[in-house]
């Protein structure tokens, strides 16, 4: 696994929320503000902080969805039924409010045009957010040269997010529906399985460079069945999230 | 100092000792699963743990050679960087004591590598006098590949990461060297009672 530069130490600083965006129904977009950002690379991820009136913190980790090009920070945040920091930024958040924030974090679930292609981008349901800051990215520093597709399980249409934005960023999307299609539907209609990883992914001896992302079971099948598949692992990279892991 | 976030009340766990929860923790019953690849999966028979570096000759144990070395069963808290903690977890494993017994080395540092390639990186007095364990049971069951079976590092008293999932063995050195995360900007001791999440904190 390679290595990266060390970064400088992480502060605590102050983003004011610009504007919400409802992505779909469970789904929101934060669009912030924050002066002193320090840029990041895309795929990195930062830490939110929220504070009660008693002093009680709660922190929770989000992965960026802007690309470093981009003029706000934008995080995309799904709203976890029983969560304690997700209802409050999806349901409670307005514009004007101030959030704390740590960042950016992380260096390994990064994608740059250094690190080559082509690009398989396999996300289920909010694992799409990283991506969203990769492909953004590529198309904002002209790297479009390289050939990425995206594999994206979702439960439903109206449970894509992004879906309007992803195509328009020359991406070559593969959708599959899990539980509900509309009529006309010709896409996948199943979870992602080995049939549909050897459809959709280059084959092993082209030497896709992976990133994985979604919750814990569906990062487990997919990664390991490219693996199956022949892939290297050395060149998957997953970020993993649960009911609890809070992104 | 903070601002209060508007509206936030938060939801705090009133059944959880407030004196185990480091700052900034939160308490969850569920095991989450955070691995930077794929989950590995290998026959047994292929499995060794080795110590090497600075000592006179590596010292292997196969899988079978280490079930049959003296286990300890313990129960501890443990503490993910990304901010969740679980209360009372019981693991059987053997203790780092066990195998460092009569391995006579000067080094000060012990870098845990791991099948895929993961690192991490301690102090050797933090995995001694019985603060570390080779793990291979968790909650009486055999250790899931998901969460670092056939065996793992168990370091409980600091952030998780430094619990080597999937390891393989110990590079006792004299000099420390950043791991796997610690290269990416984490902690490089990682104490959570301090909240050692990144660089310089």
Redesign the interface.
């Known amino acids: 696994m390679e290595r990266a530069a060390l970064p400088r130490r992480l502060t605590w600083q102050l983003a004011k929320v610009v504007e919400l965006r409802d992505e779909t129904p469970r789904v929101r977009s934060i669009v912030l503000e924050s002066p002193h950002w320090p840029g990041h690379r895309p795929g990195q991820h930062v830490d939110v902080r929220l504070t009660a009136e008693d002093g009680y913190q709660a922190q929770r980790s989000y992965s960026l969805a802007s690309a470093p090009e981009d003029d706000h920070q934008l995080l995309t945040v799904e709203r976890l039924e029983d969560g304690e920091v997700s209802p409050y930024l999806t349901d409670e958040l307005r514009p004007g409010d101030e959030l704390e924030l740590r960042g950016p974090i992380g260096g390994y679930f990064v994608w740059e045009e250094s690190m080559g292609g082509p690009l398989l981008l396999v996300a289920g349901g909010s694992g799409v957010v990283p991506f969203r800051a990769m492909l953004r990215h590529r198309v904002a520093a002209a790297w479009d040269y390289v050939p990425v597709r995206l594999l994206y399980s979702s439960r439903s249409l109206d449970d894509v997010i992004y879906r309007e934005e992803l195509e328009q960023l020359d991406v070559e999307v593969v959708l599959t529906l899990t539980r509900r299609r509309p009529a006309a539907w010709m896409g996948y209609r199943r979870r992602v399985d080995e049939t549909m990883l050897r459809d959709v992914a280059w084959p092993p001896e082209e030497e896709p460079l992976v990133y994985v992302c979604g919750p814990t079971p569906f990062v487990e099948l997919a990664a390991g069945t490219l693996v199956t598949l022949g892939h290297d692992p050395a060149r998957i990279k997953t970020e993993r999230f649960g009911p609890t892991g809070g992104r | 100092m903070?601002?209060?976030?508007?509206?936030?009340?938060?939801?705090?766990r009133d059944e959880a000792d407030p004196a185990r929860v480091p700052p900034?923790q939160?308490v969850?019953d569920?095991f989450?699963?955070?691995?930077?690849?794929?989950?590995?999966?290998h026959p047994i028979d292929w499995w060794s743990f080795t110590i090497q570096g600075a000592v006179d000759e590596p010292v292997s144990w196969t899988w079978d050679e280490l079930r049959a070395l003296p286990s300890e069963t313990v129960t501890v808290d443990i503490h993910c960087v990304?901010?969740?903690s679980k209360l009372d977890t019981t693991w059987t494993g053997v203790s780092l004591d066990t195998l460092l017994d009569g391995i006579d080395t000067t080094a000060e540092y012990v870098t845990a590598f791991s099948d895929?390639?993961?690192t991490t990186n301690l102090p050797l007095d933090d995995v001694r006098d019985g603060k570390a364990w080779v793990a291979y049971e968790y909650e009486g069951e055999p250790l899931e590949p998901?969460h670092g079976g056939p065996a793992r590092l168990l370091v409980p008293h600091l952030y998780f990461w430094k619990s080597a999932k999937w390891v393989r063995g110990l590079e006792l050195r004299q000099d420390d060297e950043?791991g796997?995360w610690e290269?990416?900007?984490y902690h490089n001791y990682g104490d959570p009672w301090k909240e050692q999440?990144?660089?310089?904190?």
């Open positions: 903070s601002p209060i976030s508007r509206g936030f009340h938060g939801r705090r900034g939160y969850t569920d989450p699963v955070l691995s930077a690849g794929p989950t590995p999966h990304t901010k969740w895929g390639g993961y998901e950043p796997f290269t990416y900007g999440r990144y660089q310089g904190d």
